[in-house]
């Protein structure tokens, strides 16, 4: 049944007051692809020894770009947020992964106009559509039980191809682009079979579908930390899974027609940190790797409490898992950029 009661929230009604803290998350998305360029500007196109002042700079720029996402997890958080504005908190954690999908469907459509100005003008609208959207009151945990339920069984599946694709890029920082191919041409007879490609794909659209009305109804209410971030990593994923597909199969092999190999990954020849439409990938897939890995830890903890596990321990748990998180996308970026284990070694 639905959570929502469809009257007005008490509290709108004492407090008429516009709460500026809603505009924080947009202010940090909007913030977004000029502190790219930014970074861009400092490191430039050459792979030339940088100064240390601009390796600190640079180093300080996109630290900062990453924080936007996670400005958004925590302001979701605030319990005084409406469902406009704490839907928007979410919507500010997917920026780094839609930027990427908005300058993939610009160049589809050939746009003349820069990504940034359609990306302002895009923020205005969410705000817009955030404080317009009507002020309900909504039980804080939703009747969701069949749907996370299939959530999660379509999600062990996925685990099969994720970990394989992950673990495949990972080769990259061991064995470069020789032992990514390699291991990719083994995984390509099943997963771009006949058979394999179309019942990923269509079980990935599910996942996305599933995923999207799952984090539309916990996000009507404030949560705990522990959902705020499982509903948040979510919505990344669902994007990030749409918009990466979308590069893959529309954008990347049948418009430009080009192979989707270890090249296509990094951005070659340029590669991912010299480049100034590249650079966006660095956050989109460093981030697409910590929060696919993260959200299964968040799952894995809540299936581990509805068994009777302690709670601390299930804490415990998932930390770790957010641990491992961390290392696995750093490792794979790395890779990504350039670093290879055995070159460590020597
Ligand atoms: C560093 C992060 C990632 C990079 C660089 C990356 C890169 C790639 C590349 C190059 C392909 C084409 C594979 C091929 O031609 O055989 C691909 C396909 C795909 N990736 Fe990723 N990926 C990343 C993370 C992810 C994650 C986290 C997911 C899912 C949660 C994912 C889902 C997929 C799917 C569904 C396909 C389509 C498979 C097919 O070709 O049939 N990727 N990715």
Redesign the pocket.
């Known amino acids: 049944m639905e959570a929502f009661v469809h009257q007005r929230n008490p509290s709108s009604i004492l407090e008429k007051r516009f709460d500026y803290l809603v505009l924080v998350p947009a202010a940090a998305a909007v913030a977004y692809p000029f502190l790219l360029m930014a970074f861009h500007a400092i490191v430039g196109t050459q792979a030339v020894t940088p100064s240390p002042l601009a390796i600190v700079g640079a180093t300080f720029i996109l630290a900062t770009a990453f924080v936007v996402p996670f400005l958004g997890i925590a302001l979701a958080c605030r319990p005084a947020a409406n469902p406009g504005s704490r839907r928007l908190a979410y919507a500010s954690v997917v920026s780094p992964t839609i930027y990427v999908f908005l300058g993939v469907v610009q160049a589809l459509v050939r746009s003349p106009i820069p990504d940034e100005i359609v990306w302002c003008v895009m923020w205005v609208a969410i705000v817009i559509w955030s404080q317009s959207a009507r002020d309900t009151v909504a039980l804080p945990a939703p009747a969701v039980g069949r749907w996370r339920v299939v959530h999660g069984v379509t999600a062990v599946v996925l685990c099969l191809?994720?970990l394989f694709?992950?673990t495949n890029?990972l080769f990259g920082l061991i064995g470069g682009p020789d032992a990514h191919a390699a291991v990719?041409k083994i995984?390509?007879v099943v997963?771009?079979s006949g058979i394999g490609?179309p019942l990923?794909?269509t079980t990935?659209l599910f996942q996305i579908g599933t995923g999207l009305y799952l984090a539309w109804r916990w996000s009507a209410a404030a949560q705990d930390f522990q959902r705020t971030y499982q509903v948040a990593s979510g919505a990344y994923?669902s994007l990030?899974?749409l918009g990466?597909?979308n590069s893959?199969f529309i954008y990347a092999r049948s418009f430009l027609g080009i192979r989707?190999?270890w090249n296509?990954?990094i951005g070659a020849p340029t590669g991912l940190i010299h480049d100034a439409w590249n650079i966006r990938l660095l956050p989109h897939?460093a981030l697409?790797?910590f929060f696919?890995l993260s959200h299964l830890a968040s799952g894995l903890r809540v299936v581990l409490i509805a068994h009777g596990v302690d709670r601390r321990g299930a804490d415990r748990l998932w930390a770790a898992g957010v641990a491992m998180s961390i290392i696995v996308s750093t490792a794979?970026?790395s890779g990504?950029c350039g670093v290879r284990i055995g070159a460590l070694a020597s």
Request: charged residues 15%; glycine residues 6%; proline residues 0%.
């Open positions: 191809y994720v694709h992950l890029h990719m995984g390509r997963y771009r490609e990923l794909v990935m994923l990030f899974i990466h597909m893959v989707t190999d296509f990954a897939y697409g790797v696919v794979i970026i990504m």
